[in-house]
Structures are given as structure tokens and as C-alpha cells.
């Protein structure tokens, strides 16, 4: 069974930082593209960042790019958001997805993160 | 950025009834649009991938349509956990992804 599970969230404040971690198991981590995707209290979802499989490929969404950095280290089956700068329209909760059929097709359960003073 | 736009915000239903929830893309997505099911306090859930493709382990009563800019998610006969929100995704020209805003199915 794919299990994703988030970590690494928590209240921070502004101008901070954090660094999000997912754990993947139940599959071949290497082998599958990773997104990262996120949802405001009470809003909509928002694509965050992309890394390929070798971490070789790497895309952001305007919002956070110069500021968050993906990353991953497939023998630790781990995939990770470092967040710098951290800004209260940064607060959210994270979650780590698998690409397969679609680039987001299996989500982890997400690591609520609150920036705030 | 292709800007994908879901109406209506909400949907009053009766259980057992049907359900249509209309997703539109700025330009042509082609049939690369996929449809999510939120529960509360839960994550998304995969419900339609490729418009119409059903997912594994989603029931039969859900049905994509659609290509180009217009899709549809139909729920053919409301369920109790049905009630909840959807959302539209477009992955035919990333990145960005970009998700509809949602639909909320509520109980009539």
C-alpha cells in the first residue's frame, strides 16, 4: 500500500523557517516523480513545487520560488520542502504527492503549517 | 498560467439525486484534466484521471466528460458520503498545475 506521511510542520514566525519532510513507503520511491501541494485554511489547493525522480528536474510556483527548496533523498525513500522567509500567506497545510497516472494521484495525510507572531 | 474555473461554488442536492459540476480551462487542456474528492479533514482523493478514466476503487455512479475547455463530473445518484467537495485539476501544459476553485455538494 503507498503511504505518504508529512512532518516537519508547526508555528513559525515570519521571515522564518522550516523544513517539511515526507516519508514514502509501499513503493519505489526513486522510480516516481514527487509534487508538493498546498491548501490555505478554508481555501483551495495550490500546486507548491515538482522534482523528477533523480531530483534533476525541479520547477516552483511563482509564489515561492527564491524561497522554498525541494529536495529528496531516495535512499531515505524521503522527500523534503526546506521554507525560508516565511510569510503568514505561507500558512497552510503541506502535502507531499506522487505522480503516477496524474502528477498529483496519491497524497500523503499533510503537516499543518502556521505562520504567525 | 492556465486559469481553470469551476461553477457552481456550491450545489444543493437531495440524496439519491443526480449531481453536475462543470469545470472550464482558459485554453485547451485536451483531456488532461483530472477531478479530486475532498472530505473534511481529510486529503484529496483521486476520483477521474484523463476526463473520463474513473480511478481505482471509485465507484461507478462517478463519471467524467469533456476535452478542449468544458468538463463535467457527474454524480449519478447521491450518496450520504458524497456530500462533500470537488476539485478540477489541469496537468496538459505545467507547471504550473493549476486546481479549480471547487465545488461543495451540500444536502437539499
Known amino acids: 500500500e503507498v503511504q505518504l506521511v508529512e512532518s516537519g510542520g508547526g508555528l513559525v514566525q515570519p521571515g522564518g523557517s522550516l523544513r517539511l519532510s515526507c516519508a514514502a513507503s509501499g513503493f519505489t520511491f526513486s522510480s516516481y516523480d514527487m509534487n508538493w501541494v498546498r491548501q490555505a485554511p478554508g481555501k483551495g489547493l495550490e500546486w507548491v513545487s515538482f522534482?523528477?525522480?533523480?531530483?534533476?528536474?525541479?520547477y516552483y510556483a511563482d509564489s515561492v520560488k527564491g524561497r522554498f527548496t525541494i529536495s529528496r533523498d531516495n535512499a531515505k525513500n524521503s522527500l523534503y520542502l526546506q521554507m525560508n522567509s516565511l510569510r503568514a500567506e505561507d500558512t497552510a497545510i503541506y502535502y507531499c504527492?506522487?505522480?503516477?497516472?496524474?502528477?498529483?494521484?496519491?497524497w500523503g495525510q499533510g503537516t499543518l503549517v502556521t505562520v504567525s507572531s | 498560467e492556465i486559469v481553470m474555473t469551476q461553477s457552481p461554488a456550491t450545489l444543493s442536492v437531495s440524496p439519491g439525486e443526480r449531481a453536475t459540476l462543470s469545470c472550464r480551462a482558459s485554453?485547451?487542456?485536451?483531456?488532461?484534466l483530472a477531478w479530486f474528492q475532498q472530505k473534511p479533514g481529510q486529503a484529496p482523493r483521486l476520483l477521474i484521471y484523463?476526463?473520463?478514466t474513473r480511478a481505482t476503487g471509485m465507484p461507478a455512479r462517478f463519471s467524467g466528460s469533456g476535452s478542449g475547455t468544458e468538463f463535467t463530473l457527474t454524480i449519478s445518484s447521491l450518496q450520504s458520503e458524497d456530500f462533500v467537495v470537488y476539485y478540477c485539476?489541469?496537468?496538459?501544459?505545467?507547471?504550473?498545475?493549476?486546481f479549480g476553485g471547487g465545488t461543495k455538494v451540500e444536502i437539499k
Open positions: 504527492a506522487r505522480h503516477s497516472v496524474v502528477p498529483t494521484a496519491q
Open positions: 484523463g476526463a473520463s
Open positions: 485539476q489541469q496537468y496538459n501544459n505545467w507547471p504550473p498545475l493549476t
Open positions: 522534482i523528477s525522480t533523480g531530483g534533476s528536474i525541479i
Open positions: 485554453q485547451s487542456v485536451s483531456s488532461n
